[in-house]
């Protein structure tokens, strides 16, 4: 059984069709990629798995659950996680509160018991701030824990926002486009802390990008898509030697 | 009950209490949507821009009529353009002394609306303490005539008011839309950064837009004056914050919107008035603006804004 | 600055206290204890380090306790100012002495003594009526603005109706406090003892809380869909249509206004009978009621917006798709927060009714949101004491300007400045108070506080003081 | 440095708390005043204190006021309420315990005074209000008095004065609802003709809102329902709107106003149109002889403007409360004299002002005549006829 199965889904904006039937298995622990040109929809897949859209057609199923009308919040709490093209820390609040917020809807206690600080405010509080340590450390991020993001160097607010989609424990993790704005010292960095995390955390990662260069030296598996349809897919050789994605990447010099 | 052939007259007398009264709003609601449409600023002020322009209207007007003995059509001719060139001078230091300071040093957006909200509050109790107390009566520069048409009564100056918002909406349609200041307008209200790397000054190009709005309410003021010939210094708080409604309802930011939005406020406010009990008029109108936005979340002709994730 | 703070400080008490002696106020008693105050401050400004630490306060925690002693022994006092001055003053020595072993009962502490204090000033009539309806007006604004701040400012929506569940909290307890302890027109004889008024009244503020809170939810409702300068249009029509509805109820009298309150407020002074303890205390009970509201209300929100539950609607207002995405249920959120402003304008409402002893549906029109977002945005968005500061700021000066007014026109007059047929009159309030704020946003752009709090900026004063 | 920031507000506390008690003098008469100088009706305020001033300078210049054989300066100190209630309240509480005046003068209008009048009532100081015609603000207050007659009263006046001068049977009103004044008087309006013609007689009972420009709805409705009257009971600057608005959209019959069209300059604003109009009021101005005379023309030079029924009923309010301090005499202790004065006041009998005799009854109200006037063709107030209870 697959860890998300996503099957003929297509997303319809008006008249355009941003996703055409698309389908995939991610199975446990896999690191697998996701490529194609500027505009071709992968984004927009990523944004029906974690429910921000309701797609138009096709299913969507989660450890074995379908997500349809779920609120993404919800999809969260299954144990789906995701980081953002352009990185969407929140600002002005510290990268702990940063974390500590992701943990939001595992909150047991509500408006009553954060306002009488009842005992299960207390127990959750100290585990969430225990526990978003717990990540920092481990992402040698703990030196900036009362920092605001917008202080942080770019390639520190990568590396918190990955910092906060992995401290809920996810079972897949969503990168998108983690390698975006770096420079070539970072991207050695994030190549290694993407291996790093997939080796030590029970997960699946799931990751858009373009540089080839994290793509195939880390992903198991490569799928590329073009105007919301998947064109190819395979291991990285099979990939680069693929003649429709060097047709989709580079135009087709036939015409 | 008006029954038949009453009702119809009643239908279409209203119908046109509710275009001149819905010019105004219109009129307003225009400069509300032009400044917000560039900067995204709500210029609360806009309201007692338009209340300044009355007084304005009403000092040129009492002082040819009272230095020149000129006829009444002449210093109305004479006087639109000086009210609006005055009203315009007034909303332009408005935006440098308070908006510009703060938009330069990067305040957030509602700080600057608030800002325009004390500024409003500023005109109006500066005008109560510098003019004192006395309401003023707008001297009558053009005889009213009314027209009969069966039970439906008619004056030139409706006629007029209806005429010149309709004017005014063509004129700034095609400003924004035609011209090259315009194109700039829209530019701005689009990427605020890039424009100054195109080679255009932004500033230039909202102190234009501040010139435009604060005209059109200069003439908003004038004819308002001359139709409701009592100026108070809170005449502009009322109409402002309705109109600022007004602006919403059609979609703020689009001309469009803003032109319809004044009427439909107009047209519910006077049917509602005229057909329903009077005394709900309030609490139905506001009740229906909700449901429209309810249907609309972006007003009738906003569009929501894609956000790239 | 640094280096003249201290001798201006010491100068100006040291002034003080000779102007007591030689005016004739402190008796002999109260003189040696001034001069030990005195010594111990100028001790303390130009002492080492450890002097700074410890000997100030231990001058006037053993001052405080004598003037407590004094209190109980025989009242010997010559001013109650003095007294109360230096209970704040002991009370927060002993705080800064001891209060490391219990930090959480540090605010609660200081806010009984000065719950105390004001109790006793108003008690003794050194303060007047006019001054306490300063201060209640201060409590309900400060209640009004850090209320409206969670909205406006940790969420970023711009709520511009805040006056709007004010009426209906204002409405729903007055109508209850009346029909339940008051003779009236519409509800005739009251349908409990009057005498118990004093437990019934923040029953009755609850049940208006929650009828502003209900408010709050219809305005969440379109908030899921609608933002920004749409909302907004949404907040002031929901408070046109309240204002409406109730000038057409003309039951409860309609634009005429309901009155009856104030036979409440003065049935509350019956209370202790209840117990068969017959007092002829007089306690100033509304203000009682207000403070304890305002501390409520700050209380309330500080800890909503501490908690990581409420830090949700930052993460909204900061980034609300990052906060979707990233597991804040938006909906639930933004349901919480508006109950909760709405809910605590309706208790501002409510005490304002019955400080007033008379509601108008006008009294909540565009003017007093108006007055709402100016002590917010003066603030700063998002921080609570910068709200405080704001209310008091405004509340003081709005009643300063109707003695500064009549000094500033005759100064001028003076001068020659203005033409002797020209008065500055009270109209220039209202003008100078709103060029205040366009002044101090050219100069802070941010609100006064910007979107930090007070210990912030004085990190002395979480000694004093903690928020979490 | 910053650890002791926190002593600058506590000494600034402390200073106010030892600060210099306001020397008390001795030979003044200190009455207050609480008006509306700024918000809705700013004329209003305006008005009561230019009275004010010009009987303080009358008697004060005089050599001051005469209680027991001794002269008396009198003090008046003017306090804004910017027409909105809880500002009314403090500014009552301010002019009692700050200020300690003997009485005091207003508000004026019904929303101010009615709360205002519990805050006197409770602090024990006399409070006359010159202008609210509302019940509410006398009812059931011993210390709280007003200087002219009731909504109540004025209602069935005009109600009666229509159906005798113009036989009509079917009347209209147009009033502002969110106002205290002018819904009352409409009630009471519609209550005293519907006694009269049956129910169903007042064919047209429209509203508008505070603030309103346009009553083109309104008065579109009321041209159509076929009456014979419009009552417009609603303030001086809207009564010139209403009226134009009225003649564009066909309506020819006559208009009936009230009390509250003198408050301010109704013929600065409102030119020909208003002319032939009638209105009750508190008093008129044209024909008037003795005092009435004498105030006119003084005041009319003086602020360069006929005073209005606001200034008369202020002087006349003013003169309550000295002939009441006169008749009580002075001890010195404030709360003492209070109380003196307010139990003067009640018993006064037939004080002559300006607007007519006043005798209060138990409740705080004057026992007084309307004037019915007709606005003539030079735009003067005109007496037309004079209606007692």
């Known amino acids: 059984m697959a860890l998300l199965d996503v099957k003929d889904v297509t997303q319809q904006f008006g008249g355009l069709r941003a996703v055409s039937s698309f389908s995939v298995a991610l199975e446990e622990r896999e690191l697998v990629g996701l490529i194609g040109p500027n505009g071709a929809g992968k984004t927009t897949i990523f944004n029906l798995v974690s429910g921000f859209y309701q797609p138009t057609m096709g299913t969507i199923r989660f450890k074995d659950q379908p997500t349809a009308g779920l609120k993404p919040n919800h999809v969260t709490t299954l144990g789906v996680s995701r980081t953002f093209q352009n990185i969407r820390l929140w600002n002005d609040m510290t990268v702990l509160d940063n974390i500590r917020v992701a943990h939001h809807s595992q909150l047991s206690y509500g408006f009553f018991g954060c306002s009488f600080r009842s005992a299960r405010y207390r127990d959750q509080e100290k585990d969430i701030t225990a526990n978003a340590m717990k990540t920092l450390e481990a992402l040698d991020l703990d030196q900036y824990a009362d920092e605001f993001p917008k202080n942080l160097p770019y390639g520190t607010r990568r590396k918190v926002e990955i910092a906060r989609a992995l401290s809920i424990h996810p079972r897949l993790l969503m990168l998108d486009e983690p390698a975006a704005g770096l420079n070539t010292a970072d991207l050695t960095g994030l190549i290694d802390l993407i291996g790093w995390i997939h080796k030590e955390f029970p997960i699946t990662i799931w990751m858009i990008e373009h540089q080839m260069q994290v793509v195939m030296s880390l992903c198991q598996r490569i799928q590329v898509i073009d105007f919301g349809a998947t064109i190819a897919e395979g291991t990285p050789t099979e990939i680069q030697n693929n003649p429709a994605v060097i047709k989709a990447y580079l135009g087709d010099d036939t015409i | ?309 | 600055m640094k280096n003249y703070t201290k001798p201006i400080l010491a100068a100006g008490l040291w002034a003080m206290i000779a102007w007591l002696f030689l005016s004739g106020r402190a008796d002999g008693y109260w003189l040696v204890a001034l001069i030990l105050w005195g010594g111990g401050a100028t001790f303390a400004f130009y002492g080492g380090e450890r002097a700074r630490e410890y000997g100030f306060w231990v001058v006037l925690g053993t001052l405080s306790v004598g003037a407590w002693w004094l209190f109980f022994q025989d009242r010997r006092m010559d001013s109650d100012w003095i007294l109360c001055i230096h209970l704040l003053l002991g009370a927060m020595g002993l705080v800064r002495l001891f209060g490391r072993a219990a930090p959480a009962w540090n605010a609660p502490f200081l806010l009984a003594v000065l719950l105390f204090c004001l109790v006793w000033l108003s008690y003794q009539e050194s303060i007047n009526v006019y001054f306490q309806s300063v201060l209640m007006f201060t409590g309900i604004n400060i209640i009004m603005a850090t209320s409206l701040n969670l909205v406006n400012g940790y969420m970023g929506e711009f709520n511009c109706g805040h006056a709007g569940p004010m009426a209906v909290g204002a409405y729903v307890s007055s109508l209850m406090t009346v029909a339940l302890f008051g003779k009236s027109q519409v509800f005739g004889d009251p349908s409990l003892s009057p005498a118990l008024a004093l437990f019934g009244f923040p029953f009755c503020l609850l049940v208006g809380m929650a009828a502003a809170a209900f408010i709050g939810f219809l305005i969440s409702i379109p908030s899921f869909k609608t933002r920004g300068d749409y909302l907004a249009i949404i907040t002031i029509a929901v408070s046109y249509i309240i204002k409406s509805t109730i000038e057409n109820m003309n039951v409860i009298g309609g634009a005429r206004g309901f009155m009856g309150m104030g036979q409440v407020t003065q049935a509350m002074d019956k209370a202790p009978q209840v117990f068969g303890l017959k007092t002829s205390w007089d306690l100033p009970w509304m203000m009682i009621w207000v403070f304890l509201g305002t501390v409520f209300s700050v209380w309330l929100l500080r800890r909503f917006v501490t908690s990581t539950y409420g830090k949700g609607i930052i993460a909204i207002c900061q980034d609300e798709i990052a906060a979707e995405i990233m597991s804040v249920n938006t909906n639930r959120m933004k349901i919480a927060a508006f109950m909760l402003s709405s809910g605590l304008a309706g208790l501002a409402g409510g005490l304002l009714a019955h400080a007033i002893g008379y509601v108008n549906p006008s009294t909540f029109n565009i003017l007093k949101s108006t007055e709402a977002l100016l002590m917010v945005y003066l603030g700063g968005m998002g921080s609570l004491s910068g709200s405080v500061i704001a209310a008091v700021l405004f509340t003081v000066l709005v009643d300063a300007l109707r003695f500064i007014i009549p000094i500033l026109n005759s100064a001028l007059h003076w001068a020659h400045l203005i033409p002797s047929s020209y008065e500055v009159s009270q109209v220039w309030k209202w003008v100078l108070i709103p060029l205040l704020l366009v002044v101090i946003m050219r100069w802070r752009p941010e609100g006064l506080m910007g979107n930090r709090e007070l210990t912030d900026y004085f990190p002395g004063l979480r000694d004093y003081f903690r928020f979490k | 440095m910053k650890r002791y920031a926190w002593l600058i507000p506590v000494l600034l506390l402390a200073l106010i708390g030892f600060g210099p008690p306001l020397a008390a003098a001795e030979d003044v008469i200190k009455i207050g005043f609480n008006i509306e100088l700024t918000g809705d009706i700013p004329d209003v305020g305006e008005a009561s204190k230019n009275a004010a001033e010009y009987l303080k300078n009358q008697i004060n210049n005089a050599g001051g006021f005469d209680v027991g054989g001794k002269k008396y300066k009198l003090q008046f100190i003017y306090e804004d309420n910017e027409a909105k209630a809880e500002s009314a309240v403090s500014a009552a509480q301010k002019l009692i315990t700050q200020d300690e005046v003997l009485a005091i003068v207003g508000p004026q209008a019904s929303k101010q005074a009615v709360p205002a009048g519990e805050a006197a009532n409770n602090l024990e100081t006399p409070m006359i209000s010159p202008w609210s015609t509302n019940p509410n603000t006398t009812k059931d207050r011993p210390y709280v008095f007003r200087g002219c007659f009731l909504d109540p009263f004025q209602g069935p006046v005009v109600a009666k004065f229509v159906t005798e001068e113009f036989k009509a049977k079917k009347a209209a009103v147009l009033y502002d609802i969110a106002s205290d004044y002018p819904k009352g008087l409409a009630e009471f309006f519609k209550a005293a003709f519907e006694q009269m013609h049956g129910a169903g007689s007042i064919v047209a009972f429209e509203t508008f809102t505070t603030k309103d420009k346009d009553f083109s709805a309104q008065l579109t409705k009321i041209v159509a329902s076929g009456a014979e009257i419009l009552f417009v009971p609603q303030y001086y600057n809207e009564v010139p709107m209403i009226i134009k608005q009225a003649k564009q959209l066909g309506w020819t019959k006559p208009i009936m106003g009230a009390d509250a069209w003198a408050g301010g300059d109704l013929m600065g604003l409102c030119g020909d149109d208003c002319k032939g109009h009638f209105f009750p009021a508190h008093y008129s101005n044209v024909g008037a002889k003795g005092e009435t005379k004498q105030f006119i023309d003084n005041y009319t030079e003086l602020y360069k403007k006929t005073p209005d029924d606001v200034a008369a009923l202020t002087y006349d309010a003013i003169g309550v409360v000295l002939a009441a301090i006169k008749q009580a005499g002075l001890t010195g202790k404030v709360k003492k004299d209070r109380t003196a004065i307010m139990e003067a006041m009640g018993k006064l009998k037939d004080y002559p002002g300006i607007t007519g005799t006043m005798t209060f009854k138990p409740d705080g109200d004057p026992i007084k005549c309307a004037v019915v006037v007709k606005i003539n063709n030079e735009g003067k107030f005109e007496f037309y006829k004079s209606v007692c209870p």
């Open chain 2, 1 to 309: 009950m008006p029954w038949g052939g009453a009702l119809l007259a009643s239908i279409l007398q209203n119908t046109l209490n509710a275009l001149q009264w819905g010019s105004f709003y219109s009129l307003i609601a225009l400069g509300y949507c032009l400044v917000y449409g560039v900067l995204l600023l709500i210029n609360f002020a806009h309201g007692d821009v338009y209340m300044v322009g009355a007084y304005i209207a009403f000092f040129v007007a009492t002082f040819l009529l009272a230095s020149g003995g000129l006829p009444g059509w002449v210093v109305l001719a004479v006087t639109v353009p000086i009210t609006m060139v005055l009203t315009a001078a007034v909303g332009v230091t408005l935006e440098r002394v308070a908006y510009r300071p703060l938009r330069r040093k990067g305040a957030h957006r509602l700080y600057v609306v608030v800002t325009a909200l004390m500024c409003g509050i500023i005109l109006e109790n500066g005008n109560l303490a510098l003019l004192g107390a006395a309401s003023r009566a707008f001297p009558e520069l053009v005889t009213t005539t009314v027209f009969s048409l069966g039970d439906v009564k008619l004056t030139n100056l409706k006629v007029a008011v209806i005429v010149v918002a309709i004017g005014s909406f063509l004129i700034l349609e095609t400003i924004v839309s035609r011209t090259k200041i315009g194109m700039a307008m829209r530019a701005l209200s689009y990427d605020r950064f890039a424009l100054p790397l195109m080679g255009i000054p932004p500033d230039t190009v909202i102190v234009f837009t501040f010139v435009l709005g604060s005209s059109f309410a200069a003439l908003a003021g004038l004819l308002f004056a001359m139709s409701y010939p009592v100026l108070d210094p809170y005449m502009g708080a009322m109409v402002g914050w309705k109109a600022f409604i007004a602006a919403v309802v059609g979609g703020i930011g689009e001309i469009r919107g803003a032109f319809a939005g004044g009427f439909l406020l107009g047209f519910v406010e006077i049917m509602v008035a005229a057909f329903l009990p009077s005394t709900f008029r309030d609490l139905i109108a506001f009740t229906i603006l909700l449901f429209i936005l309810w249907m609309k979340p972006t007003g009738l002709f906003g569009v929501a804004r894609f956000q790239k994730i």
